[in-house]
T-cell receptor, first 113, second 109 residues
Framework: DAGVIQSPRHEVTEMGQEVTLRCKPI?????LFWYRQTMMRGLELLIY????????DSGMPEDRFSAKMPNASFSTLKIQPSEPRDSAVYFC???????????FGSGTRLTVV | SQQGEEDPQALSIQEGENATMNCSYK?????LQWYRQNSGRGLVHLIL?????REKHSGRLRVTLDTSKKSSSLLITASRAADTASYFC?????????FGKGTRLHILP
């Protein structure tokens, strides 16, 4: 298995633009998580899905953030409009078992200028 | 909060020495996990210890868990240059895993 695949690896965008981050989880993993990592706040859980259904989005910072999982093999995290404070590394992770070892993607480094 | 806190925030040791990192948390948990993150990469799962376990080994890694003190430690024996990374403890409760801010470990040649 190729692991969790995220795209793009790097994204530089101007303030106000829409940004879409993509994730392909490991086949057979029923749980998918989106995290954001910054130096100041560490790793923050934004939202997670179980069997494609959003379970907890309490970590999504604002209405500008939205996430979808239309099928078991694909998820997106969208920021519209983007702001400089959204600059961070965004990670997707998947897991086959509730609350146990996650497999992380390589992350998307987002810079909003 | 459920979030674990690692101690120390940064640690530098000579190659070959043992490295010990600690984690404290505040709420009851199902399990505690340790992850490693190399610079510019995603996190890699190292080891999981369940709430009813006290100690676990995996290769050069030894993890302990004291649920009465709500603390865990990660010991890396005979450190190598390749162990240079950030190490995170993660506490699991129900579906979610919450990560601490990590310990930056630097192995000196």
């Amino acid at each position: 298995d190729a692991g969790v695949i995220q795209s793009p690896r790097h994204e530089v965008t101007e303030m106000g633009q829409e940004v879409t981050l993509r994730c392909k989880p490991i086949s057979g993993h029923d749980y998918l998580f989106w995290y954001r990592q910054t130096m100041m706040r560490g790793l923050e859980l934004l939202i997670y899905f179980n069997n494609n259904v959003p379970i907890d989005d309490s970590g999504m910072p604002e209405d500008r953030f939205s996430a979808k999982m239309p099928n078991a093999s694909f998820s997106t995290l969208k920021i519209q409009p983007s702001e400089p404070r959204d600059s961070a590394v965004y990670f997707c992770a998947s897991s086959p078992i509730r609350g146990e070892g996650y497999t992380f993607g390589s992350g998307t480094r987002l810079t909003v200028v | 909060s459920q979030q674990g806190e690692e101690d120390p925030q940064a640690l530098s040791i000579q190659e070959g020495e043992n490295a010990t990192m600690n984690c404290s948390y505040k709420t009851s948990i199902n399990n505690l996990q340790w992850y490693r993150q190399n610079s510019g990469r995603g996190l890699v799962h190292l080891i999981l210890i369940r709430s009813n376990e006290r100690e676990k080994h995996s290769g050069r890694l030894r993890v302990t868990l004291d649920t009465s003190k709500k603390s865990s430690s990660l010991l890396i024996t005979a450190s190598r240059a390749a162990d240079t990374a950030s190490y995170f403890c993660a506490t699991a409760r129900d579906d979610k895993i919450i990560f601490g801010k990590g310990t930056r470990l630097h192995i000196l040649p």
